[in-house]
Nanobody
Framework: QVQLVESGGGLVQPGGSLRLSCAAS????????MAWYRQAPGKQRELLAT???????DYIDSVKGRFTISRDNAKNTGYLQMNSLKPEDTAVYYC?????????WGQGTQVTVSS
């Protein structure tokens, strides 16, 4: 059974930091590319960052320089380090592990940026 479990969300003040984790089981994690998405209330799910199985990364402009995606294949875990958080970063954050043939999602973790 494949599972992706996100953790690390919570309430943080503007300018603060959080590190999200995505623990994978039931897959050979090193074979999968990984991505982080978020969905704010009333908005579509938005792709934030990707990391390939080989470690190449890409970001959307609004998080470039603030967010860092990474992975530890030995721990079957992906990460999203989020710095300089803004109220508009408030959303449910999802991890996604995918190949050409498979696509798996976590259940999401809430991030709220508020003073």
């Amino acid at each position: 059974q494949v599972q992706l479990v996100e953790s690390g969300g919570g309430l943080v003040q503007p300018g603060g930091s959080l590190r999200l984790s995505c623990a994978a089981s039931g897959i050979i994690f090193s074979n999968f590319h990984m991505a982080w998405y978020r969905q704010a209330p009333g908005k579509q799910r938005e792709l934030l960052a990707t990391i390939t199985s080989g470690g190449s990364t890409d970001y959307i402009d609004s998080v470039k320089g603030r967010f860092t995606i990474s992975r530890d294949n030995a721990k079957n875990t992906g990460y999203l380090q989020m710095n300089s958080l803004k109220p508009e970063d408030t959303a449910v954050y999802y991890c996604n592990a995918y190949t050409f043939s498979f696509n798996y999602w976590g259940q999401g973790t809430q991030v709220t940026v508020s003073s």
